[in-house]
């Protein structure tokens, strides 16, 4: 195991990670998985050269991991066994800056930079290859997620009213795609998060559970985009040119949400007492969130979890179902390629680290299998 010291912080534990799902009580129905071998961390250190703020990380076809460190305004390169390559420093040094995601295209990083309206482009080796503005995009307004479709042009989630959306409820999102000197066309309608007002002393206070579905984006190396609800397990597959491929189906079965999630959620609000009026679902959402790897294929992560691991299965770009893993439910931003999966964790004593797993033999997961045989996978 390879450990490196850089930078410690003690921030975004909730902001990244949230409430982990938990398997309900009882006989835990079980598949069969890929076993995932922790082989490599990096760990945040004490000087400064290091993560102070991880705001993205993804990986290249050939296993470097590239993470964002916006709190300093780097770009860092790990190789597969944890060793830095390289480092960009200052990159943000132009102005105020909002980093809020990093991927890979397929042929460059893609930086999102919010602060100063735009799309930067970097090369596997850290040389910087181009930006973008969202004015030069067409976009109205900010958008709350945006990537780079290659040379398809860019994907991007903004405000449905924004567009003259006829859409009733005009606080969701519209996904949108287009390019530069290109029009915009709307590829679906993401519903909002469902809000609880509750109330605080006379003051209301607007939450939002971790138990409640929420929409979930990532775009794949190839140009094509997976798109869910999360109220199913129901994954659109999109692309610029052809709009819809069609759709990945799963089973929707979830565990449900026990007394030890609604006490563990209690915990972060402002009074516990407050638990006594927030209205939580039955169940957790079958899906809780999407990510892509460098070839191609998309991962979804299930609300299945035993003994501190969740349950995440993997897709092919063309919707056929190829294997399940169990990964630490602490892990954010995770990614991969081949048998190497990769994901951003907080150690007890809150320093930021990347994490790099081995899928190797068979291993039992929790949850029913991931596949329905009765629904349609082709794409």
């Not at 922790?38 to 470097?64: H, N």
């Not at 995009?137 to 989630?157: F, H, M």
């Not at 150690?347 to 349609?376: F, M, N």
């Given at each position: ?229 999360g109220d199913e397990y129901r994954i659109g597959l999109f692309n610029r040119v052809s709009g819809w ?77 190829l294997d399940s893993f169990t990964l630490p439910d602490s892990l954010a931003f995770v990614g991969g ?43």
């Amino acid at each position: 195991m390879v450990r490196i010291l850089l930078g410690r912080v003690t921030l975004l534990l909730a902001a990244l990670l949230g409430v982990g799902a938990c398997a309900g009580a009882g006989p835990i129905p079980m598949s069969l998985c890929r076993e995932a071998e922790l082989e490599a961390v990096v760990l945040a250190g004490a000087q400064g050269d290091g993560f102070i703020a991880i705001d993205g990380m993804t990986v290249g076809p050939d296993g470097t991991a590239f993470v964002l460190d916006g709190g300093e305004g780097s770009l860092i390169a790990f190789s597969p066994e944890g060793d830095e390559l390289w480092r960009v420093s200052g990159m943000v040094s132009d102005g105020p800056v909002e980093i809020v995601g990093l991927h890979w295209d397929g042929e460059h990083l893609v930086v999102y930079d919010l602060g100063r309206d735009r799309l930067q482009y970097w090369t596997e080796f850290g040389e910087l290859a181009g930006e973008e503005t969202f004015t030069d995009l067409g976009l109205l307004e900010l958008p709350s997620w945006i990537g780079s479709l290659g040379d398809s042009g860019v994907a991007a989630v903004v405000p449905s009213h924004s567009y003259g959306s006829e859409i009733e409820d005009t606080e969701g999102g519209l996904l949108l795609v287009g390019g530069v000197g290109a029009p915009l066309d709307t590829l679906t309608f993401l519903p909002p998060p469902r809000l609880q007002v509750l109330d605080l002393y006379g003051h209301p206070l607007p939450i939002l559970s971790p138990y409640q579905p929420q929409p979930s984006v990532t775009v794949l190396p190839g140009g094509s985009l997976g798109v869910t609800l999360g109220d199913e397990y129901r994954i659109g597959l999109f692309n610029r040119v052809s709009g819809w491929l069609g759709e990945i189906v799963g089973s929707s079965a979830a565990p449900a949400v026990r007394t030890e999630d609604r006490l563990a959620f209690g915990r972060l609000l402002p009074d516990t007492l407050l638990i006594d009026q927030v209205d939580l679902p039955a169940s957790h959402p079958p899906i809780r969130g999407l990510a892509a790897t460098a070839d191609g294929h998309l991962l979804v992560q299930t609300s299945w979890s035993y003994r501190g691991s969740v349950r995440w299965d993997r897709w092919s770009e063309r919707g056929e179902f190829l294997d399940s893993f169990t990964l630490p439910d602490s892990l954010a931003f995770v990614g991969g390629v081949g048998g190497l999966i990769y994901g951003i964790a907080v150690d007890p004593l809150g320093a930021l680290q990347l994490e790099i797993y081995r899928l190797t033999g068979d291993a039992s997961c929790p949850g029913p299998p991931p596949v329905d045989p009765s629904a349609d996978l082709s794409v």
